[in-house]
Structures are given as structure tokens and as C-alpha cells.
């Protein structure tokens, strides 16, 4: 327990923590309020507070620092000498705070004025063009610069400070980064309309689709993780790609039937560029996540960007 002087309830000079020893900001600038009005009453109207809880403040202004600082009288309210005193060195502690606060917001500005964005190439493709849109209506004067590839170069974009914010497909959040799921995705094998799997009656089984050369998306992407997963590893590339449009493409041609994301194919699905093949026995669900060096929570355009894809 700390010591108290002679006035049994202020904290001898030295002792305890500098915040419990120096009256805070709010009370600094009631007394400077106060000095330059000559009025309690006035001073508590400026700053917006009532009269009675500027009194209470004043009072506990003086209890802390052990002296009277206001004489207050029906004519109005006057420093004492103790109280004119502290309030020069009020003024420049609130001075100081006023260059904080702008060099802080400098700072906040400085972070506001761009966004790096790291996405595997389903999600930069597909989803992410629309909530860009919807951020620029919000942050109309934020730089947003986005990065594609897959989710093995999005966690190390974001573990070496190159993005502030990324987005992933995988099984499993890489190492080193939090996470929160923002949408939820499905694989489906797909074919042109001439192979012969556009014809099947019965679904694929998982031996079947292992056995068969497909066009994959490189290792390392989120998309041939969720498929190698699903058949413990035993898919065989006919092409390896590194983008969702080029596999589509080579499908599309009929080099071979592959495996997409449900959202990369709608628009070939309906105009039937691509038939999807039904599949047993298989687990292609998977989570779409929003990711972030651990310990480190968005902040500014990143946060608002994030709320975007969960809203």
C-alpha cells in the first residue's frame, strides 16, 4: 500500500504509477477552461459537461495534487496562486497532447491512404472485384493494390509485410497467420459437353476420379489441397496450371475433365460450355477464409474490408 502525506489521501511524491499522479487530460482542460473564462459554470458549458461534474472534477483535481486550485465565490470562479501555477503547466501538457494527437492522425492517414491485398486466384478472381467496389464506395480515396496467387504466396506475403490482408482456400490455415471463415465453397468435377463422362448415368466413384489424368491447378494452391485431401493424395495431373481461368480454358477445349470451384464455373455451367459430373464417396466442401499475421487484427481499410466479405 502506498504511503499518503498529511492529508491522509494523496499519494506522497514519487510513488505509484505517473497516471495516478497527474490529473488527466479532461481535468487539465477544465482548468484552462476555467482560467480563461473566470467561470466554473462557463467552463463546464464549453466543454460540455454539467456544472456539478465539473466541480466534482475540480475537487478531484485538488485532492490529487494535495492544493486548492479555485476559489469559487457568487462573483464567479478564481485561480489560486497553487492553481495558476498548475495551470501554466497544464498548458503545455495539453499542447503536447494536441501535437500527439495530430501526429496520430497522420499516421492513421498515412495507413488509410492504401491497402495490399494477397488473395488465391478463386477468391481474387470471383469474389473479391465485388467487395473492392464496395470498399471504394466507402474508402473512395484508399490505393488498393491486389496481389493473385496461391495460398502458399498469400501467407508469405503476409508473414514478410508485403500485404496487409489475405484471403485463402485450403484445408487448413497456414502457419503463423489467424483466420476467420468468410464464405463456404464446393469443388465439383467438370467436362466439355463431348467426353464421356457428360454422359454418365451414375455418379463417379473416388477410385475412379483418382485413376483419371485431370488439368489441375498447381500444388500449393487451395484448390488442388481440398482435392488431393479428398483422395489421399492419389490425383494424377494430365496439366498442372496456375490459374482458375486457364484450368477452366483447357477444359472448356476438351483437353480433359478437371476439378473448380462451383464459383468459377457458373456462367460455363449455364450456357453448357461445361457439364458438371456427379462424384460419391468424395469431400470437396471447403471454407473460405480471411487471414492476417497472428496477433495482429485489421486495422482501418483492411478491417472495413473484412467486414465486407462478412456482411
Given amino acids: 500500500m502506498s504511503r499518503t502525506d498529511d492529508q491522509g489521501d494523496v499519494p506522497t511524491a514519487g510513488t505509484g504509477s505517473l497516471a495516478h499522479r497527474v490529473p ?13 473564462l473566470g467561470s466554473l459554470g462557463g467552463a463546464a458549458r464549453e466543454l460540455g459537461i454539467t456544472q456539478p461534474a465539473a466541480s466534482s472534477r475540480i475537487r478531484s483535481m485538488e485532492r490529487q495534487l494535495g492544493v486548492a486550485l479555485v476559489d469559487r ?17 497544464a498548458r ?15 499516421l492513421r492517414d ?20 465485388g467487395w ?75 477410385g475412379e476420379l483418382a485413376s483419371t489424368p485431370l488439368i489441375l491447378r ?5 484448390t ?19 490459374s482458375t481461368t486457364a484450368v477452366k480454358a483447357a477444359a472448356v477445349s476438351g483437353a480433359g475433365p478437371s476439378v473448380l470451384s462451383e464459383l468459377a464455373v457458373g456462367e460455363e455451367l449455364a450456357m453448357r460450355r461445361l457439364v458438371s459430373v456427379p462424384v460419391e464417396g468424395v469431400a470437396l466442401a471447403r471454407d473460405l477464409r480471411a487471414v492476417w499475421p497472428t496477433g495482429h487484427r485489421p486495422t482501418g481499410p483492411a478491417r472495413d474490408l473484412l467486414s465486407l466479405t462478412r456482411g
Fill in 24 to 36: 488527466d487530460l479532461g481535468a487539465l482542460e477544465l482548468l484552462l477552461a476555467v482560467a480563461r
Fill in 73 to 89: 465565490s457568487p462573483r464567479g470562479s478564481r485561480l489560486t496562486d497553487a492553481g495558476a501555477l498548475v495551470t501554466d503547466w
Fill in 92 to 106: 503545455r501538457i495539453v499542447e503536447a497532447a494536441e501535437a500527439f494527437d495530430v501526429g496520430a492522425q497522420a
Fill in 110 to 129: 498515412r495507413r488509410d491512404s492504401r491497402l495490399r491485398v494477397a488473395a488465391s486466384m478463386t477468391i481474387a478472381e470471383y469474389l473479391l472485384p
Fill in 132 to 206: 473492392l467496389l464496395a470498399l471504394r464506395a466507402q474508402r473512395p480515396d484508399t490505393a488498393v493494390s491486389l496481389h493473385a496467387g496461391n495460398s502458399t504466396v498469400v501467407a508469405e506475403r503476409l508473414l514478410s509485410d508485403e500485404a496487409d490482408l489475405g484471403f485463402v482456400e485450403g484445408l487448413s490455415v497456414p502457419t503463423g497467420l489467424d483466420s476467420v471463415v468468410i464464405a463456404h465453397d464446393r469443388l465439383i468435377v467438370v467436362t466439355a459437353p463431348g467426353h464421356p463422362w457428360a454422359r454418365r448415368r451414375r455418379p463417379l466413384a473416388a
Fill in 218 to 222: 498447381e500444388k500449393g494452391s487451395g
Fill in 224 to 242: 488442388r489441397q481440398v482435392l488431393d485431401a479428398a483422395l489421399g493424395g492419389l490425383a494424377r495431373p494430365l496439366i498442372e496450371l496456375s
